[in-house]
């Protein structure tokens, strides 16, 4: 069974940086593509960013794009968000997903809150 274990999370000031990581349990790990969500207090769950199985292709949101960085190490089980420029609207607690499809997935971690303040 998979199993997805997000870490990373943690305040910060407006401007600064976080990384976010995600290990994955299970020796399928390469053959899922892997996304990251956030969900906001009182908003639906949104869509950040996306990368393909085997590296080669990533897709953000605009609301992201120029500032996050989706990348992955097959070895290491592990996908990770390297966030920059970061905004208070970038507050939400984060999801990893498996295998993501719209707006659903294969399996979803367990979730990492991440804090801007202003």
């Known amino acids: 069974q998979v199993q997805l274990v997000e870490s990373g999370g943690g305040l910060v000031q407006a401007g600064g940086s976080l990384t976010l990581s995600c290990v994955v349990s299970g020796r399928t790990f390469s053959s899922y593509p892997m996304g990251w969500f956030r969900q906001a207090p009182g908003k639906e769950r949104e869509f950040v960013a996306l990368i393909s199985r085997n590296n080669d292709r990533t897709y953000y949101a605009d609301s992201v794009k120029g500032r996050f960085t989706i990348s992955r190490d097959n070895a290491k089980n592990t996908v990770y968000l390297q966030m920059n420029s970061l905004k208070p609207e970038d507050t939400a607690v984060y999801y990893c997903?498996?295998?993501?499809?719209?707006?659903?997935?294969?399996?979803w971690g367990q979730g990492t809150q991440v804090t801007v303040s202003s």
């Open positions: 997903a498996a295998d993501p499809i719209g707006g659903a997935a294969r399996v």
